[in-house]
């Protein structure tokens, strides 16, 4: 279901150029993407789920970077909790492994790290545990409505 709405996303969005990638693996982590894109482990584009006090945020980095919580917390005014796998698919309507920063329910917004920026092209999740899409770093802020953040150490 996840990769449907992010095909409705796409197509709402006259996007539809954008190649959602079908593996026969899983491309569920970091590695295994790399792996099946074929690409190294920082073009991938992790999403990760967070709750807020008011709701929740998915912040994307490079597959190789690592989060700050302490820049997470003076970004965002609390600390780093990230959302139970249960509730990942409830609030962002995305299962984890498939989590994409887009195609996304309401009320959930992005930040993009600066750390995406050292590639041309990322590969993010679109929906499911075994694909992805194509996407220069360049249009991904406007793809996603999504907002350049420095949240990685």
């Known amino acids: 279901m996840s990769t449907i709405r992010v095909r409705e996303y ?15 693996v899983s491309s569920a ?18 999403s990760l789920s967070f709750k807020l006090k008011e709701g929740a945020v998915i912040v994307v980095l490079s597959g190789t970077a690592r989060l700050s919580n302490h820049k ?9 909790k990230m959302l139970k796998p249960e509730e990942t698919e409830e609030i962002t309507g995305h299962a984890v492994g498939g989590v994409c920063p887009f195609g996304l329910k309401d009320g959930v917004n992005v930040f993009l790290d600066n750390s995406l920026k ?30 350049w ?3 990685s150490e």
């Open 10 to 24: 796409l197509h709402n969005i006259n996007r539809e150029d954008l190649e959602i990638l079908e593996f026969p």
């Open 149 to 151: 953040a420095d949240l």
């Open 29 to 46: 982590t970091v590695e295994l993407a790399a792996k099946a894109v074929g690409v190294e482990p920082g073009m991938i584009a992790k």
């Open 118 to 147: 050292a590639y041309d092209i990322v590969y993010p999740a679109a929906g499911a545990s075994n694909n992805a899409i194509r996407i220069k770093v360049s249009e991904f802020a406007d793809i996603t409505n999504g907002q």
């Open 72 to 80: 997470f917390k003076e970004f965002f005014g609390c600390r780093a």
